[in-house]
């Protein structure tokens, strides 16, 4: 929020547009990079194809990230809680 509100005070909505588009495709192609290793090594690893690892990955990411911020921080804390106590 700050760096959002910043921008747009330093550069206007053109600026913040061009903010957008910078972590729109850097949060991109991080996810693209994940899902195509997990692909690779789970088709590699079990009798799926490719292809199918990788629809079920998007998929199931999509689903995950659309559940919003705070219901992924409230199901992840008892798990890292116990991963690392």
């Known amino acids: 929020q700050i760096l959002a509100a ?5 550069f206007g909505t053109a600026g913040s547009l061009l903010l957008a ?3 729109t495709l850097a949060c991109l192609t991080t996810a ?3 899902i195509s290793a997990c692909g690779a090594f ?3 690893e079990f009798p799926v194809s490719y292809q199918q690892v ?6 199931f990411c999509m689903a995950v990230a ?6 992924l921080i409230q ?5 890292l809680v116990g991963l690392y106590p």
């Open 6 to 10: 910043f921008v747009q005070y330093r």
């Open 21 to 23: 588009v910078v972590i």
């Open 32 to 34: 693209v990079g994940l």
């Open 42 to 44: 789970f088709s590699r």
């Open 54 to 59: 990788v629809w079920v990955f998007t998929i």
């Open 66 to 71: 659309n559940q919003g911020l705070d219901s």
């Open 75 to 79: 199901v992840s804390i008892p798990v």
